[in-house]
């Protein structure tokens, strides 16, 4: 069995009769971190969504850490970001965290919920409700919200798109520190440059095929427009 | 006991969310409360009629009014995305289907609790005669509405139209549950007891839960994947 944190065999995954995904493959080592760049609508969101269990492939494998995505063990140690921050707006910050650190079954759901929201600067606004939030306060939870459970694989869909400078600097952080710890992270983004400082490796996705996967090069994060024009599409 | 935390986690989550937002719960008190005066104009509630109408009438009133709990069940999980963090949460696809079906029912239940005494003035019923069996039927029939209901509004919750498609799809599944539920109410509000072969009614009731609410357990997980 392969020893890689992620790993995508023959991924092929159809919308009806269109191939957004066609014969994806690749492995990321534990502790990596892959920066997914592509166009919109190259295939980065739905790809993501295979390895965090959301959508099954139409053909192919996606497994985290050897187990597929679904498995409870596997979920146990993903933590995802998407297009929405994901939290109840109905609930308080504090709420919302301790819901999902019960869910997450961790052992003491009170402590991780106030460290992480001391974490994202949170904790003076704990009680209030999210609907309350600034739209960069809204990100921050959605960044706790995350890493509460401490996942070993970090799946981050345009995480930095939209967000306000504190945010960038707290998402920033808390991906050095997930780094440091040994974690793995993948996140797809169009913010080449904040991205290429964290990565590792970059994959790039062209029309659902990867056209470029390998180490990030000190020639990347020089001109972080250069993997478009040496393997992007004309 | 770590699946039923886990549904109590949900259940909770559900209940104080709707308790801040009162969305679903004040829309459905409403309808059911106007449902009863239209028709307590439309019909004559003399004794014979009101005995005849008053199981067709309850249940259509809580069928209708708990349609609109079902309808926010997982709509209220669309805002921010956040049915994707809880099919990323390592909660099996039960204990999530059985914490969300378990709020829908405590909702229902209230509104139901608050029509029938409503139902008792507007049509001059002493429903209370044959009680606790009356509150059998509803237990029943309430949970056969919110184990059905809560799946498919699973199953609608991507559907531009789910506000509709739910109960196109719900209601003719009810229909046994309803003819039970609709039957055994009758006579109950009547004050008469349940005896011979009227009891199988009740027997019906608790099939259709048990079938339904296993069938339920079992699909969740495919019904949120496909």
Same mark, same amino acid.
């Given at each position: 069995?392969?020893?890689?944190?992620?790993?995508?065999?023959?991924?092929?995954?159809? #919308?009806?009769?269109?191939?957004?995904?066609?014969?994806?493959?690749?492995?990321?080592?534990?502790? %990596?971190?892959?920066?997914?760049?592509?166009?919109?609508?190259?295939?980065?969101?739905?790809?993501?969504?295979?390895?965090?269990?959301?959508?099954?492939? =139409?053909?192919?494998?996606? /497994?985290?850490?050897?187990?597929?995505?679904?498995?409870?063990?596997?979920?146990?140690?993903?933590?995802?970001?998407?297009?929405?921050?994901?939290? #109840?707006?109905?609930?308080?910050?504090?709420? +919302?965290?301790?819901?999902?650190?019960?869910?997450?079954?961790?052992?003491?759901?009170?402590?991780?919920?106030?460290?992480?929201?001391?974490?994202?600067?949170?904790?003076?606004?704990?009680?209030?409700?999210?609907?309350?939030?600034?739209?960069?306060?809204?990100?921050?939870? $959605?960044?706790?919200? %995350?890493?509460? /459970?401490?996942?070993?694989?970090?799946?981050?869909?345009?995480?930095?798109?939209?967000?306000?400078?504190?945010?960038?600097?707290?998402?920033?952080?808390?991906?050095?520190?997930? @780094?440091?710890?040994?974690?793995?992270?993948?996140?797809?983004?169009?913010? @080449?440059?904040?991205?290429?400082?964290?990565?590792?490796?970059? !994959?790039?996705?062209?029309?659902?095929?990867?056209?470029?996967?390998?180490?990030?090069?000190?020639?990347?994060?020089?001109?972080?427009?250069?993997?478009?024009?040496?393997?992007?599409?004309? | 006991?770590?699946?039923?935390?886990?549904?109590?986690?949900?259940?909770?989550?559900?209940?104080? !969310?709707?308790?801040?937002?009162?969305?679903?719960? +004040?829309?459905?008190?409403?309808?059911?409360?106007?449902?009863?005066?239209?028709?307590?104009?439309?019909?004559?509630?003399?004794?014979?009629?009101?005995?005849?109408?008053?199981?067709?009438?309850?249940?259509?009133?809580?069928?209708?009014?708990?349609?609109?709990?079902?309808?926010?069940?997982? $709509?209220?999980?669309?805002? +921010?995305?956040?049915?994707?963090?809880?099919?990323?949460?390592?909660?099996?696809?039960?204990?999530?289907?059985?914490?969300?079906?378990?709020?829908?029912? *405590?909702?229902?239940?209230? *509104?139901?609790?608050? !029509?029938?005494?409503?139902?008792?003035?507007? #049509?001059?019923?002493?429903?209370?005669?044959?009680?606790?069996?009356?509150? @059998?039927?509803?237990?029943?029939?309430?949970?056969?509405?919110?184990?059905? =209901?809560?799946?498919?509004?699973?199953?609608?919750?991507?559907?531009?139209?789910?506000?509709?498609?739910?109960?196109?799809? *719900? #209601?003719?599944?009810?229909?046994?549950?309803?003819?039970?539920?609709?039957?055994?109410? !009758?006579?109950?509000?009547?004050?008469?007891?349940?005896? =011979?072969?009227?009891?199988?009614?009740?027997?019906?009731?608790?099939?259709?839960?048990?079938?339904?609410?296993?069938?339920?357990?079992?699909?969740?997980?495919?019904?949120?994947?496909?």
């Amino acid at each position: 069995m392969s020893d890689a944190a992620v790993d995508c065999a023959g991924v092929w995954k159809f #919308y009806g009769d269109y191939p957004a995904l066609r014969d994806i493959s690749f492995e990321v080592r534990p502790g %990596a971190c892959l920066a997914l760049i592509g166009r919109n609508g190259a295939g980065k969101t739905t790809l993501l969504r295979i390895l965090a269990g959301f959508s099954k492939p =139409g053909k192919g494998q996606a /497994h985290i850490f050897g187990q597929e995505p679904r498995n409870a063990e596997a979920r146990r140690r993903i933590g995802f970001i998407g297009h929405g921050i994901a939290v #109840y707006d109905e609930l308080s910050a504090i709420e +919302n965290l301790r819901l999902f650190a019960k869910l997450y079954r961790l052992p003491n759901a009170e402590s991780a919920a106030r460290e992480w929201l001391e974490r994202t600067g949170l904790d003076r606004v704990r009680d209030g409700l999210v609907r309350e939030f600034s739209r960069g306060m809204r990100q921050r939870l $959605a960044v706790a919200r %995350a890493f509460l /459970h401490g996942p070993s694989v970090l799946l981050l869909d345009e995480p930095f798109t939209a967000l306000d400078d504190r945010a960038v600097a707290v998402l920033q952080t808390v991906l050095r520190d997930a @780094l440091a710890a040994g974690r793995t992270v993948i996140m797809s983004t169009h913010q @080449l440059r904040e991205a290429l400082e964290l990565a590792t490796h970059v !994959a790039l996705i062209n029309r659902g095929r990867i056209a470029f996967h390998g180490e990030r090069t000190d020639e990347m994060l020089s001109d972080p427009g250069w993997i478009y024009a040496r393997y992007g599409e004309s | 006991m770590r699946f039923l935390s886990q549904v109590m986690v949900i259940t909770a989550k559900d209940l104080r !969310a709707e308790m801040r937002t009162k969305e679903a719960i +004040n829309a459905s008190f409403a309808f059911a409360l106007v449902i009863l005066l239209i028709l307590s104009f439309a019909f004559d509630p003399t004794e014979e009629t009101t005995r005849e109408i008053s199981g067709g009438l309850l249940w259509i009133v809580f069928t209708f009014a708990g349609t609109l709990v079902l309808n926010r069940s997982f $709509a209220r999980e669309l805002p +921010n995305d956040c049915l994707d963090a809880l099919i990323a949460a390592p909660v099996p696809g039960a204990a999530l289907f059985l914490g969300k079906a378990l709020a829908n029912f *405590v909702l229902i239940l209230a *509104v139901e609790f608050v !029509a029938l005494p409503v139902f008792g003035i507007f #049509y001059n019923v002493r429903w209370t005669r044959q009680f606790w069996p009356l509150m @059998l039927v509803l237990v029943l029939g309430t949970w056969g509405l919110t184990s059905i =209901g809560t799946i498919f509004s699973a199953l609608t919750v991507n559907i531009r139209l789910r506000e509709v498609m739910l109960p196109l799809l *719900v #209601y003719p599944v009810m229909i046994p549950m309803l003819l039970g539920a609709m039957r055994l109410s !009758a006579l109950l509000v009547a004050g008469q007891p349940v005896t =011979g072969d009227d009891t199988v009614w009740f027997k019906l009731l608790f099939g259709f839960d048990i079938i339904y609410t296993a069938l339920s357990l079992v699909l969740m997980e495919t019904v949120l994947l496909g």
